[in-house]
């Protein structure tokens, strides 16, 4: 450990550690650019020069290592007044089109300019002119907005291990570019150079002039498109989910997340929603009020002639929801509980982080499920595999699988078809109860990624009309049957799960927190 | 034998076989006393070899002037990494021809000096980084590099005493900041040529991630001669804190420009009136640049007791930098030369750090709306100011290079500016 003075508060930290990392200890945000914990240091942006006593001159904190006895000025006259000056350099040639750049509101040359740059800018002369290139992939590449940080560069070659991006031309002509005809397509994390890019030079085509970022509201989730369970933000404005960003955190993603969970938010707006309970009564569908729903469903249950229940689950949904159709399916009487899950031919691991990659199976509660005692039946498209449902005579309850491939009239021999979803089934257009549910993105609660850590996601949306969680509208009706009250938190039904599974024991909810936990779940081997 | 001129004040070590082809072949040379230095330094331990160049005081030539012999002792004792020894041969300094000279005309002396570097090193391989532009240059160096393998001077067992020492030339690819010394190594490695941040220095973390010596190759050259005839030999010449000779390269406005060597100390005065024959026409003198386009020019007032060793030129108020001598006579465009300076700048940055690249292209252009008749007063501050924003904040000493002919200028030459920004005329013809 070493003890040094940043700003007058004496710190101790780590011997390796940069004065940059220090500073953000005691809470001071040395601005910089070309500086990211995920990647290397060329402390080339110039920009997060400090004051050290008895330097020789300004040092780029990024790269100077901490020293006992240090005395570090981040906000110092000569530091204040490079970074002044460093920052005029940089506009010197930018397009200060920020109405029309997708990343004003969350550009780093907006904020450190507006803290500590000159109010007006002295450059008379005409401003370079790059224009746009298409990188491939989701990526647009604005050339005059870049600051030359090389971030991009510097994860294609050292994270992704795919060296596509370069630096061409040199001095004020250097931009950044990709080679001849290939670009970024073949990238399978390239959209995180977004992400870092500190300003609008490099955006989302996807995202492009779709809403301003002060508009969006971030909400802490979990990429519900492989079991790896990266860390998200949802960003969502209107009802909306608009991109998904990743968020940090060191044991599951880093700072990144791939292409391919990135791109897949918008069935998170899917329309086509059930909106209100819906019971079948003489061969009509019949909307009404949950409490009629479900009091006549227990009846219907409490009539039925054959006993056995089979249930089919869906691995999108959350520990809590598939913890409580196993708490009714026991309730009566016991059964098998089945779930689907579409599976990828091989993993697409990231080359510069260890044990991230984005995994075979691609839902994020596939762990959940099975940790739960879920059975996998079907193929790796998520189909087939229904044998055990389709002649069943006793009941047949579906909880989030809206079985696709089959035709209207699923399980015609059952005496009672319960769907539990969020989505409109052909398949189960004359289910007995169709039951509004919410989807991950509009409740509370907690999946399991593939390593058998379980972490918590956050409502982004607000479900559709009468749509609630599975858990309560389930616990409810088990709560009914079993003659004692179902959970009435997130928090509580999570409670419910960690009682049902071994591994869970010790975890609670709040301990969970926005970072996860790891589970006493054995850790699959690599490739699995 | 001089190359194209001679003096009679010249002190030929180095260039004593400028102009003469017989010396670069190895038989040539070793008639002339070639690599028995080499030898003689085989004979002694490599901690001796560094304490001669220590004793001879040689200051590294490339332009910092940094103590050879002290250079070469940071490097670690622990062998079980490889050392390397680079010769930086991508002399690229405007007004700067001397490493070119020697390596047209002397790679003997320049092979021997890197095998004497390398063996007092324990570097086990040498890499010559040669300007790609100078063709003749890498092609009688690459001769004389097979040469000395043949001969069993360079490779495997040099001269068999058992030591091996592989030599590979490289040539560069047209980039100024490749001679840059951690520039070069990328550059040597075959990334981008820019310059790396330090620490780590190329002691500790050099080419190829190994610790590594960079020199130029004046300062190899004076190597054998040095370890020939002693440390104290040397220091006859030159002044306590600058001793020996050094080739001086004299461009512009002079009777007879060309490389001269003389020994530290040598008056500018003299240099330009007496070895170089005056100005031509007999016209007065209006400012010279004694180290290359790097370093601030010297008014005519400043060069008169301007003594040419390290600390003489920094006193007048500039540098030595390389020797190079650029002398500008009355008819000299002030504004138009530091345009075209920091143009070349300009054109050069490695484009890494946001002062330089920015800076000197935003400087350039500035300066060129100034020759345009464009300029204002406000100008020449704003030039001062963001020349200011350049010196000192960046990873190598680019952007300070067109930091000092700007601010030089602007202060000793500030009525030609306004010349031009109040009156639209040019002092001096461009």
């Known amino acids: 450990m070493v003890t040094l003075t940043i700003d007058g508060t004496e710190i101790e930290v780590p011997a390796s550690t940069t004065i940059l990392q220090a500073a953000q200890g005691i809470g001071t945000e040395v601005p910089h650019y070309c500086y990211h914990p995920g ?200 009802n909306l989910v608009h991109r998904m960003k990743p968020r940090t955190n060191p044991e599951v993603n880093g700072y990144w997340i791939c292409d391919y969970g990135r791109s897949r938010y918008e069935w998170l707006n899917r329309g086509e929603r059930l909106d209100a309970p819906v019971v079948r009564i003489e061969g009509r569908n019949d909307a009404m009020g949950w409490t009629t729903a479900l009091t006549t469903l227990q009846e219907r249950l409490q009539e039925r002639a054959s006993g056995r229940v089979r249930a089919l689950v869906s691995p999108f949904w959350s520990n809590e929801d598939l913890s409580a159709v196993i708490r009714l399916v026991d309730a009566l009487g016991g059964g098998e509980v089945l779930y689907r899950s579409p599976r990828a031919e091989e993993e697409v691991p990231l080359a510069g982080v260890a044990g991230l990659a984005r995994r075979r199976d691609l839902a994020p509660n596939v762990r959940g499920a099975e940790l739960l005692g879920c059975t996998r039946v079907g193929d790796d498209e998520g189909r087939g595999g229904l044998e055990a449902l389709t002649d069943h005579e ?59 850590r379980v972490q918590r996601f956050w409502p982004a949306l607000a479900g559709p009309g009468a749509a609630r969680p599975a858990w309560l509208v389930i616990g409810a009706l088990s709560g009914a049957l079993e003659e004692q009250e179902g959970p009435s938190g997130a928090g509580e039904a999570f409670q419910v799960v960690t009682e049902m599974v071994e591994a869970y024991r010790g975890l609670t909810y709040d301990a969970i927190g926005s970072q996860g936990a790891s589970s006493e779940a054995p850790v699959p081997v690599a490739g699995d | ?115 004497i570097g390398a063996y007092a090193m324990g570097a086990e391989h040498v890499y010559i980084y040669c300007r790609g532009e100078f063709f003749e240059a890498n092609q009688v160096l690459a001769k004389a590099v097979d040469d000395a393998y043949e001969a069993g001077i360079a490779g495997e067992d040099v001269l068999g005493s058992g030591h091996k020492i592989e030599i590979t030339v490289h040539a560069g690819a047209g980039a100024y900041i490749c001679g840059e010394e951690t520039g070069l190594m990328n550059s040597l490695e075959g990334r981008r040529g820019e310059p790396r941040i330090k620490p780590p220095f190329p002691a500790a973390v050099g080419a190829f991630g190994m610790p590594t010596t960079i020199n130029n190759v004046e300062t190899l050259c004076a190597i054998p001669p040095i370890v020939a005839n002693g440390g104290e030999w040397y220091r006859q010449w030159g002044t306590e804190k600058s001793p020996g000779t050094k080739l001086f390269c004299v461009s512009g406005h002079v009777r007879r420009p060309g490389n001269y060597e003389l020994p530290l100390g040598f008056p500018l005065k003299d240099l330009i009136y007496d070895v170089c024959g005056g100005i031509v026409e007999d016209r007065a003198l209006k400012a010279v640049i004694p180290g290359g386009s790097s370093v ?135």
Not at chain 1, 81 to 99: K, Q, S
Not at chain 2, 36 to 46: F, G, N, Q, R, T
């Open chain 1, 39 to 238: 990647l290397s240091s060329p402390a080339m942006c110039r920009l997060c020069l400090v004051e050290v006593e008895g330097g020789p001159k300004l040092l780029p904190s990024c790269t100077t290592e901490v020293a006992a006895g240090q005395v570090v000025h981040t906000q110092s006259e000569s530091a204040l007044g490079m970074r002044r000056g460093v920052l005029e350099f940089y506009l010197a040639n930018h397009p200060l089109d920020c109405p029309i750049c997708d990343q004003s509101g969350e550009c780093d040359l907006q904020d450190y300019v507006f803290e500590g740059g000159r109010e007006h800018g002295r450059s008379r002369e005409a401003k370079r002119v790059f224009g746009r290139d298409d990188f491939g992939g989701d990526v647009l590449f604005h050339g005059d907005r870049c600051v030359m940080c090389t971030r991009c560069v510097r994860f294609m070659t050292e994270v992704e291990q795919k060296p596509l991006l370069t630096v061409v031309d040199r001095g004020n002509r250097s931009v950044i570019d990709t080679f001849f005809e290939e670009g970024l397509q073949q990238a399978e994390w390239a959209g995180n150079v977004v992400d870092i890019c500190p300003v609008g030079a490099l955006v989302s085509k996807d995202f492009l002039h779709k809403a301003r970022a002060w508009d969006l509201e971030h909400t802490e989730s979990i990429c519900p498109n492989c079991s790896q369970g990266c860390n998200v933000d949802l960003h969502t404005r209107d």
């Open chain 1, 394 to 452: 006793g009941v047949v309850l579906v909880l989030g699988d809206t079985l696709d491939e089959e035709d209207e009239g699923f399980a015609p021999n059952a005496e009672l078809v319960i769907y539990i979803g969020a989505y409109g089934s052909t398949a189960l257009s004359t289910a007995d109860f169709q039951l509004p549910i919410t989807t991950f993105a509009e409740q509370e609660g907690t999946f399991t990624n593939h390593a058998g």
């Open chain 2, 1 to 115: 034998m001089g190359y194209p001129y001679s003096h009679e004040k010249e002190v030929p070590i180095l260039s004593k076989h400028f102009g003469d082809p017989q010396a670069r072949t190895l038989k040539g040379w070793k008639s002339r006393g070639g690599y028995e230095a080499l030898e003689k330094a085989l004979a002694m331990s490599p901690e001796e070899v560094v304490e001669v160049v220590k004793a001879s005081g040689l200051r590294g030539r490339g332009g910092a002037g940094f103590p050879t012999g002290l250079k070469w002792s940071f490097m670690p004792k622990d062998r079980s990494r490889p050392h390397y020894l680079l010769c930086n041969a991508d002399e690229s300094e405007p007004g700067t021809f001397k490493d070119r000279e020697l390596l047209r005309w002397v790679p003997h002396l320049l092979i021997e000096g890197c095998l």
């Open chain 2, 296 to 430: 601030p020019l010297l008014s005519a007032e400043e060069v008169e007791d301007c003594t040419l060793d390290y600390e003489g030129v920094v006193e007048a108020g500039s540098m030595l930098g390389c020797a190079s001598v650029i002398v500008m006579d009355e008819t000299t465009d002030i504004v138009h030369q530091v345009m075209r300076m920091a143009a070349f700048y300009a054109h050069e940055s490695c484009g890494q750090c946001t002062p330089c690249r920015e800076g000197t292209a935003w400087v350039t252009t500035i300066l060129k709306r100034i020759e345009d008749g464009r300029g204002t007063e406000e100008d020449l501050d704003v030039l001062v100011q963001l020349t200011d924003q350049m010196t000192g904040t960046t990873i190598c000493v680019l952007s300070d290079s067109v930091a000092a002919p700007v601010q030089s200028s602007i202060q000793k030459f500030r009525e030609e500016y306004l010349a031009l920004i109040r009156r639209g005329e040019r002092v001096g013809v461009a």
